[in-house]
Each structure stands twice: as C-alpha cells, then as structure tokens.
C-alpha cells in the first residue's frame, strides 16, 4: 500500500497483510509531508526545503509500533526489502533507512545473505553505530572535534573556510535525507582537516561511518536535522571570523545537543 493510503499500514489493498507473517506491518500512516521550517530571519529569508522523512519516519515507526507491542515477535524475520518497499508504497532505499535505524536502536540485526531479525522488543541501553556505540562517540568527540574547532579557527585556509561554507550552503538546501548525512559526515570531517592536526584528522575519518549512521537515526527519531543546520552555522561562522575560543563553544553546545536528544531517544 501506499503510505497515503487511509488504511492502517498492517492491511493491504486486498485486505491481506503484504508482508509476511513474521513482519506484519504497524498500525501508523504517515503525513502528506514535513512542514517547512524558517530559517533564522538573520540568515535566511526563505522558508526551508520539505524534507523526504515523512515515508521513512511513517516505514520505521509502525515496524517500532508492531515490534515492541509483541505483533512481530522476538526472533521473526522481517520480510524482504522488496517485500516491503512494494508493501508500504515506498523505495527500497526508504526501507533500507528505516531497517538501519531498528538496528541502530537494537531492535533488529540483518543479516548478510539471510536478511532482518528481531532480536529485541524495547530500544536498547545505547546505540549500535557499527563497531561504535553512541556512548562511545558521546565520551570522545568533546576530546576531539571541540579542540579541533578551535583550532581550525586559527588555522584554517581560506579554500577550507570556502569547503565548509559551501557543505552548509548544501546542507540547508537537501531534501534527500541520505545525501544530507553524507553531508553531515564531510562536515566534521572537513573541519578536523581544517584543524591542522593530523591525529584529528585521522581520528574523524575513523569513526565517519559511525557518525553518519548516528545522524540517521537522530533525524528520523528526533527531527534532528533543520537543528543541526542552524548549529553548523554558528561553527562556520566563528571559524570565518577566527574566533577559536567562540568556535570551541558551538562545537561543544551541537555535540550536548546531540547527546540530549540520544538520551531522549533511550529513555522512550
């Protein structure tokens, strides 16, 4: 079905569930689409773009909804993406965002060449973020990216300062979330490079993938995204003017923020 649709997301066009048993999808629709958030009226006079996360905030909380109400029980198998994407009316890369968020939460594991399981029904004490958890990432980038902020403000080249200012520009402007935290990712680690220290740098680069797939989960979730923007904004802007300690400051108060808004996500 299509996730417009006015019936439940559990029943099909026919009235048969189209996924398989052990997935029987949630009971949740989604909206017609986000409302257009303002920018900052000092940064930004138009309206924000609509963002693609109504299909696959709608896909990941009703599979959340049939997982933890004990419809689709500890140790099932999700249907196929296929299966899925055809059942919900969305793309496979819809679904694929959706399932990454279930595993990030600890609710599912895939695996390769046998598929989805649901190895849990409540959210996990932490995050799954590949061979990181969230917990992990929240202790050591205060070390890292706060101090390499600061430093990129002293250091940074004016093609640095160009790079970072135009993934912001980028950011503000997608409305593909996927691409969006590609984005996210080249952001941080755009700005460790500008930092000069190699050690940051190399450090950042390790643990993209882990914050990448951080971003997903935090946006979907909590409606991280037009936040985060208006973060990023403030640290490109006290990098510009050279402000280290001003830079130090906003780099600290997005990583709290992010760190807020996972402890809310485990406390559901």
């Known amino acids: 079905m299509n996730l417009s649709d006015s019936r439940t997301a559990g029943q099909a066009a026919t009235g048969q ?6 997935a029987a999808a949630g009971q949740r629709t989604a909206t017609s689409g986000a409302v257009p958030r303002l920018a900052q009226a000092a940064r930004l006079s138009s309206p924000r773009p609509l ?3 109504s299909a696959a905030e709608a896909v990941f909380s009703a599979i959340r909804h049939d997982i933890e109400d004990g419809t689709v029980e500890v140790g099932a198998k999700l249907s196929s993406e296929a299966t899925l ?3 919900y009316g969305v793309s496979r890369s819809v679904i694929r965002e959706a399932l990454r968020s279930c595993t990030a939460l600890g609710l599912t594991v895939t695996k390769t060449g046998k598929g989805t399981f649901v190895v849990a029904d409540r959210v996990a004490n932490d995050l799954t ?6 917990s992990d990432l929240n202790e050591a980038r205060p070390h890292i990216e706060v101090p390499a902020a600061g430093l990129a403000a002293k250091r940074r080249s004016q093609e640095e300062l160009e790079h970072l200012k135009e993934i912001v520009g980028s950011m503000a402007a997608e409305t593909d979330p996927e691409t969006w935290v590609s984005l996210d990712a080249s952001f941080h680690s755009a700005i460790a490079r500008a930092s000069g220290n190699k050690v940051f740098e190399s450090v950042v680069a390790d643990i993209r993938e882990a914050l990448a797939h951080q971003s997903e989960t935090l946006n979907m979730v909590a409606d991280r995204q037009h936040v985060s923007d208006d973060e990023h904004l403030r640290i490109v802007e006290a ?4 402000d280290a ?3 130090e400051a906003a780099m600290a108060d997005h990583l ?3 760190s807020v808004a996972l402890d809310t996500i485990l406390s559901k």
């Open 256 to 258: 709290s923020a992010v």
């Open 239 to 242: 990098i510009e003017s050279g």
């Open 85 to 87: 994407a055809a059942h």
């Open 51 to 53: 963002a693609r996360f």
């Open 17 to 22: 569930p189209a996924v398989s048993q052990e």
């Open 129 to 134: 973020l590949g061979q990181y958890s969230a």
């Open 245 to 247: 300690p001003a830079a």
